[in-house]
């Protein structure tokens, strides 16, 4: 009954002992994710809407919360979550959003070791640390690629939890226009 714990089932991997029980575990967890799927995810489209409220865009901000700002990883982690109770990406969306959540986990990772701590906020004091353990010669440039990222995720979450507020608000919600502009190119609402 409680979405922290729901969410953390769906990322469950087996560590050790009997993988029957983790799989059994894991196959009940994702069952109950779907018979409640409109549940969850209404909880998680207004969480979703705190939590960019709260943290800012991480492709706008000098000091960007990598985790939970708008186009971080937890947007990503939330599009999982939520492609499990349904499907919600496009074709190329997987794609696209792996790369850019690879790039900012990385950049994540190596804030984490060149200050010993944890913590998701890229400080400007921070940046040239980074951005030189990442190979980059100056961190404005790193800098632009966690704005280019942030920009993907931030335009696939945007869209997906449209499309899903759209289908939770009943048959007039799920009225969409889409029109074929050309090859690869599809002209959406």
Request: hydrophobic share 40%; proline share 2%; net charge neutral.
């Amino acid at each position: 009954d409680d979405l922290d714990t729901a969410t953390s089932l769906l990322d469950l991997r087996h560590l050790g002992g009997d993988r029957s029980l983790t799989d059994e575990l894991a196959a009940k967890a994702e069952l109950q994710w779907r018979k409640r799927a409109k549940r969850w995810l209404g909880t998680m489209a207004e969480r979703v809407k705190a939590r960019h409220r709260k943290a800012g865009d991480v492709a706008f901000l000098l000091e960007p919360d990598l985790k939970e700002g708008h186009g971080g990883l937890r947007d990503v982690q939330g599009l999982r979550w939520a492609q499990a109770a349904r499907t919600i990406l496009w074709e190329g969306d997987h794609e696209a959003l792996d790369a850019a959540y690879d790039l900012l986990l990385g950049v994540r990772v190596e804030l984490h070791r060149r200050t010993g701590r944890p913590g998701d906020k890229l400080l400007l004091q921070d940046q040239d640390a980074v951005a030189h353990a990442l190979g980059y010669e100056h961190a404005d440039d790193m800098m632009r690629d966690v704005a280019v990222a942030a920009r993907t995720i931030a335009w696939t979450s945007d869209d997906a939890w449209a499309r899903i507020e759209a289908s939770l608000a009943g048959p007039l919600g799920r009225i969409r226009r889409e029109r074929k502009l050309a090859p690869g190119l599809v002209l959406r609402d």
